[in-house]
């Protein structure tokens, strides 16, 4: 696990821990001392810790302007234990929230698992961004029929051309229009 490093192509057009208005605002990060881990296993270390034990984030772009915020999180995301959605929504999306964000692109390709406790935080995020929405975009198979079966599917937005998107060919904003697009579609 150690090898897989948050996405990196983006670090010239946004850096979190250069952005005051950032949850990760000065930040420090090692290339070489690895201090992070999910259960025995060491993470790189350019990924943010938030409280949780076994999920990690990394805000690769925050857009103000355009209200919208591209959230890449690694790990096991357990509610059950951890309560990670209510340290996600505490410690990242309502800092965030109080900056204007109120588009959450949540990439979850490296959520190895979810667990479930209940959709209260869920549903609490879900109303925080009134106009906005939160996507989850290409989480495994598996967390996703959790999420359905768990019914988190009422308050993020997820399947369908949201799983397959080839996110890494985009820059930020060209992501975000091909959310919006989706999004839109499915609104209407």
């Known amino acids: 696990m150690q090898d897989i490093e948050p996405h990196f192509r983006w670090r010239d057009f946004y850096q979190a821990e250069h952005d005051s208005k950032s949850p990760f605002f000065g930040r420090e990060y090692s290339e070489f001392e690895f201090t992070n881990q999910i259960y025995n296993y060491l993470i790189h270390p350019q990924w943010d810790d938030f409280g949780s ?3 990690y984030v990394k805000l690769l772009f925050t857009e103000y302007n355009e209200g ?4 890449e999180l690694i790990g096991e995301w357990n509610d059950a ?5 209510m340290l996600l929504k505490r410690e990242v999306a309502e800092i965030l929230l109080a900056e204007g964000i109120n588009k959450f692109i949540l990439i979850g390709e490296n959520v190895l698992n979810f667990h479930v406790s209940d ?5 609490e995020w879900f109303q925080d961004v009134e106009d906005g929405w939160i996507v989850a975009l290409n989480f ?3 967390v996703l029929d959790e999420f359905r079966r768990n019914n988190i599917d009422y308050y993020l ?18 992501l975000y229009i091909h959310v919006l697009d989706i999004i ?3 609104l209407n």
């Open 81 to 85: 234990i951890n309560n990670d959605v």
């Open 68 to 71: 919208y915020a591209i959230i």
């Open 184 to 186: 839109s579609k499915r």
């Open 157 to 174: 937005n997820f399947g369908g051309d949201l799983d397959a998107v080839n996110w890494r060919k985009f820059t930020p904003a060209q």
């Open 140 to 142: 495994q198979d598996h």
């Open 119 to 123: 959709d209260c935080y869920y549903e």
């Open 53 to 55: 034990n076994t999920l």
